[in-house]
C-alpha cells in the first residue's frame, strides 16, 4: 500500500495523560501537514513540515502540541496533558510540491477521546 | 471572516445529478480544490481547479467556478449510492495551507 497511513486509528485517553501519533506519508512526499478535524466542520490546520523542517504552525498548536519529522520522513504529533477540547480526529496528509500545484493526499486520522 | 462557507445537507435519488456549492474568500487562491470523506475514513481528493479556468469536467464530475463571485460548484451525473459521503471544497492560500468549508453531506436514495 502506498497512501498515507497513520497509528493508532483509535486513541482513547484520560485528561493529563500524553499521546503520541504517528504518520507515515507517501514514500517520495517532500511535504507533510498535520489537520484537526472535530465533528461536523472541516479539517483545520495545524502545522506542515518540507522535509524535517517544521515551516508553519497555526495559533491552534498551543504548547502542549509538538510535531516532529526527524529524517523527513514519518512525522509524530504529540499532545501533551490532554484536555477534553483534544478530543478531535487528527488528519495527515502529504504532498509533492512542485511549481505547478499540489494535492494533498489524506491519511484516515487518528480518532482521540479525552476521557 | 476567513469561513469557507458550504451548505449543509443534500439529499438526492439514485441517477440524478448532484450540485453542491462552495464560496470561499481568498481572491488570490490559485487552486480549488473538492475532497470526499466517508464515514470513519480520510480525506479524498475527487478533482481540483486552477483559478483561471471556468470549469472542468472529469468523468461524472463538472466543476464550476465563478471568479467574481468567488463562487466553486461541484456536479455530480448520475448519482450512484457509493456517492453518499461529506463533500469538502477547500481553496488553496498563499501560505500553503488549504482551507476547508464545513462540508455538504450527500445522500443518495436508491
Known amino acids: 500500500d502506498t497512501g498515507v497511513s497513520q497509528d493508532p486509528r483509535h486513541k482513547i485517553t484520560k485528561r493529563g495523560q500524553n499521546v503520541t501519533f504517528r504518520c507515515d506519508p507517501i514514500?517520495?512526499?517532500?511535504?507533510l501537514y498535520w489537520y484537526r478535524q472535530t465533528l461536523g466542520q472541516g479539517p483545520e490546520f495545524l502545522t506542515y513540515?518540507?522535509?524535517?523542517?517544521?515551516?508553519?504552525k497555526s495559533r491552534l498548536l498551543s504548547d502542549r502540541f509538538s510535531a516532529e519529522r526527524p529524517k523527513g520522513s514519518f512525522s509524530t504529533l504529540e499532545i501533551q496533558r490532554t484536555e477534553q477540547g483534544d478530543s478531535a480526529m487528527y488528519l495527515c496528509?502529504?504532498?509533492?510540491?512542485?511549481?505547478?500545484?499540489?494535492?494533498?493526499?489524506f491519511g484516515s486520522g487518528t480518532q482521540l477521546s479525552v476521557l | 471572516g476567513e469561513d469557507v462557507e458550504q451548505s449543509l445537507f443534500l439529499s438526492v435519488r439514485e441517477g440524478d445529478s448532484s450540485v453542491i456549492n462552495c464560496t470561499y474568500t481568498d481572491s488570490s487562491s490559485t487552486y480549488l480544490y473538492w475532497y470526499k470523506q466517508e464515514p470513519g475514513a480520510g480525506l479524498q481528493l475527487l478533482t481540483y481547479?486552477?483559478?483561471?479556468?471556468d470549469m472542468k469536467q472529469d468523468q461524472r464530475l463538472t466543476v464550476l467556478l465563478n471568479k467574481k463571485d468567488k463562487h466553486l460548484s461541484l456536479r455530480i451525473a448520475d448519482t450512484q449510492t457509493g456517492d453518499s459521503a461529506i463533500y469538502f471544497c477547500a481553496e488553496r492560500r498563499g501560505n500553503n495551507r488549504l482551507a476547508f468549508g464545513k462540508g455538504n453531506q450527500v445522500v443518495v436514495i436508491p
Open positions: 481547479i486552477f483559478s483561471n479556468m
Open positions: 513540515f518540507q522535509n524535517e523542517a517544521q515551516l508553519e
Open positions: 496528509a502529504s504532498s509533492y510540491q512542485d511549481a505547478t500545484n499540489e494535492k494533498l493526499f
Open positions: 514514500s517520495e512526499h517532500n511535504r
